[in-house]
């Protein structure tokens, strides 16, 4: 990770789950850090987030939407992790256009800024899983169809191609990373726009039961964010990952009856219960789910270090002792 010391880094969404813990990762290594964040109540960030390290990063409030000053943030970085983004599914559907803003045409107005600019930056663009849709098949690799269920995958895809198309036409290195499901200190728990993980965490640190949509025999596979940095950190180092695409995952998977069962096995006691799929949820539920990583252990050698005990046990001592700077304005 030597290529990072010393250089100027860019992180959207800075002040949000990952782009804070990727920035005091890219701090320890002796980067120079320029945080970006909307601060928009719904999207996560945070600055408690960044308390421990809030002096020795450059922090700017801004919207990705803003051309201006992201064409002046981008004009003299090394590296640009470009982790903004709306991620709320449902969201989407009810402020399709805002979604469309934030995730597709602040994506194109990044990259042209790049192009006129900054030709020579490195960007690390944060996809998701969700663009494939309901699964044909498992493991998902990514030669899988993609059929996003809601208009965030449609949108995500659109920023995930952009970036792509300006690899390979005008030479911006750039690549996208497919998220599975990512967890861990920093992550949104007012609500489930981010995960439903984090309200579940939420729900058990303050006694009420867990609620799982329909029979809890869902698949899932999960990410602790300290794995999910390191994928970004080799993605932004290594050349072989330029004009690609690649899933994260894990081989850990797990029904969510028996996720909620692990949680409350952890010591902070809790019960769940079976709750009937909101309808809303319903339409654009994609079923079973987990990826196959080979291709990013093969390429980059990057694979999931933290098991879903420990990563688990790690996110919910977090929150027990922090609580209040995550829901307070939410009791």
Partial sequence: MNIFQNSNVLITGGLGFIGSNLARRLIKIGANVTLVDSLIPT???????????SGKVNINICDVR???AMAYLIKDKDFLFNLAGQTSHLDSMSSPHIDLEINASAQLSILEACRKINPIIKIVFASTRQIYGKPDYLPVDEKHPIRPVDVNGINKLAGEWYHLLYNNIYGIRACALRLTNTYGPGMRVKDARQTFLGIWIRSLLEGKPIKIFGDGLQLRDFNYV???VDAMLL?????????KVFNLGST???TLTDLAKLLIDLGYGGTYEFVPFP???????IGNYYSDFSLIKKELTWAPKVDLCEGLLKTLSYYHANKENYWNDFD
């Fill in 43 to 53: 999207y996560g960030g945070n600055l408690f987030n960044i308390s421990d390290i």
């Fill in 66 to 68: 803003d051309p201006y």
């Fill in 226 to 228: 300290d794995d999910c």
């Fill in 235 to 243: 993605a932004g180092a290594e050349n072989e990952a330029n004009g």
């Fill in 252 to 254: 850990e998977v797990i």
């Fill in 279 to 285: 309808s809303e949820r319903k339409v654009i539920d």
